[in-house]
């Protein structure tokens, strides 16, 4: 019986056992030399028994009062917000057990409140973050915007033209900003859905060359492609040239005219992994560590159009499909970016 598992309720039923065994005995050797008084003997007995009985059953309901209101304190406590309170439940049967689920309910509630100050820290420093990248873009676009009124008034048309074109840029760099950061809030939220299918990866490849083959051709950069015409995986083929567009635009931004990025792809026996390597200047060592985090930029940087955000939502599109990426790179020896997507297997 589950009932039994409890010591002090062995103890109780051991003590009504010994309370009623002590009287039976004693009723019995009374009757066996006293026969003329059995029924004084009964008499006196039977009540002593009960008193007995209902005194051992006192002592344990007391014990277990005090146990529920020590029960009481702490869970008052614990609303009061001390999170640590917990309820003391070192022994076993079914009100330990309901004892252990509360402390239970306690360490789920203490994570959820931590994951949700962890949220809450998150919003405010994304909040703060888009608060400090904005200034920049629409500071010059006032100051683009009074020029443009200014010359308006003296017919300057050339400038007019100028400054339009640069308010052009800014409200681009803005939009690119705002659509980072909300793919990235709903990778983190969990509100992507990753719809896998068989792509083949040359011709997802060769989107992303055709994406930057006019900006290539302008700055004297090229594109080469490698790998098997055949080589298919699942994945969700938007959302993965956009991450490879991402690190291809961004080995873009930092190399010369002259250079070039490299797409290999290919296959191991359980995985298959996309190389995007350019030759152009590197990433400084006390950079590469630091390069996925949002807003990250280096002080050695040259690009003063960067936001940020562009390696960042690549990595969260690779673990999002259950890859993984790294960076590998040597100052002025260029930069490589490993992606790695592992094969499933049916066992």
Request: a neutral charge; glycine letters at 6%; charged letters at 25%.
């Amino acid at each position: 019986m589950k009932i039994l598992v409890n010591r002090k309720v062995k103890l109780l039923f051991l003590q009504i056992l010994s309370c009623m065994l002590v009287f039976f005995l004693f009723s019995a050797a009374f009757i066996v030399l006293r026969p003329d008084g059995a029924a004084l003997c009964i008499l006196i007995c039977f009540p002593g028994m009960g008193i007995g009985t209902l005194a051992v059953c006192y002592g344990y309901f007391k014990e277990q009062n005090r146990i529920m209101e020590d029960a009481v304190i702490q869970i008052r406590e614990y609303i009061s917000g001390d999170r640590d309170r917990r309820i003391e439940c070192n022994d076993e049967g079914e009100l330990y057990r309901l004892f252990h689920e509360v402390n239970s309910l306690a360490a789920i509630l203490n994570a959820r409140a931590e994951n949700e100050e962890r949220t809450k820290k998150f919003l405010k420093n994304t909040i703060s973050d888009i608060s400090h990248q904005l200034k920049t873009p629409l500071a010059a676009l006032n100051i683009y915007n009074g020029i443009i009124q200014t010359e308006a008034e003296s017919n300057d048309l050339l400038t007019i033209k100028e400054f339009s074109a640069l308010s052009d840029q800014e409200l681009d760099r803005i939009e690119t900003l705002v659509q980072n950061l909300l793919k990235i809030a709903k990778f983190d939220a969990g509100a992507i859905i990753i719809e896998k299918r068989p792509e083949n990866i040359s011709g997802m490849m060769e989107d992303v060359k055709k994406h930057f083959a006019f900006r290539a051709a302008q700055e004297g950069k090229e594109i080469v492609l490698k790998g098997s015409k055949t080589l298919s995986f699942l994945c969700d083929r938007s959302w993965l040239v956009e991450a490879v567009n991402n690190i291809v635009k961004n080995a873009l931004d930092h190399m010369g005219n002259g250079n070039h990025v490299r797409i290999e792809w290919g296959r191991s026996a359980f995985v298959v992994w996309i190389i995007i390597k350019d030759n152009g200047s590197g990433i400084r060592p006390e950079d590469l560590n630091h390069i996925f985090k949002r807003f990250y930029r280096s002080r050695y940087s040259k690009d003063s159009q960067g936001i940020g955000l562009g390696l960042p939502l690549a990595k969260s599109v690779v673990e999002a499909h259950g890859g993984t990426i790294q960076a590998d790179s040597q100052p002025g020896d260029g930069t490589a970016f490993i992606m790695n997507f592992l094969i499933p297997t049916k066992l």
